[in-house]
Nanobody, 125 residues
Framework: QVQLVESGGGLVQAGDSLTLSCTAS????????MGWFRQAPGKEREFVGC????????YYADSVKGRFTISRDNAKSTVYLQMNSLEPEDTAVYYC??????????????????WGQGTQVTVSS
């Protein structure tokens, strides 16, 4: 069992930056691949990016590549999502997710077994 708690959401203006945090408990953090997803009103939850359990591999959705950065601090059991140059289209509830099975795929919600409660990010134009 893995518990995930996100923080850091809020209301920002277009072009601003924001950093989300997700702290995990219940399992040794360096055995867990961590992902970020988001869900806008009326839309399906979509992949934002992920970072492998060792931190060696990071993947991003095309829509955020070059603007968002995922990092993790295994000593603090925390993964971060640094978001720069935010756009109104980035407005969504952001979720962190944990994959304990180390599957070969990483961009589907089905690849993750545990989810945080979500944190709202609103970007005004």
């Amino acid at each position: 069992q893995v518990q995930l708690v996100e923080s850091g959401g809020g209301l920002v203006q277009a072009g601003d930056s924001l950093t989300l945090s997700c702290t995990a408990s219940g399992r040794t953090f360096n055995t867990v691949n961590m992902g970020w997803f988001r869900q806008a009103p009326g839309k399906e939850r979509e992949f934002v990016g992920c970072r492998s359990r060792s931190g060696a591999n990071t993947y991003y959705a095309d829509s955020v590549k070059g603007r968002f950065t995922i990092s993790r601090d295994n000593a603090k059991s925390t993964v971060y999502l640094q978001m720069n140059s935010l756009e109104p289209e980035d407005t969504a509830v952001y979720y962190c997710a944990a994959d304990i099975t180390n599957g070969r795929t990483y961009s589907s919600t089905k690849d993750y077994e545990y989810w945080g409660q979500g944190t709202q990010v609103t970007v005004s134009s």
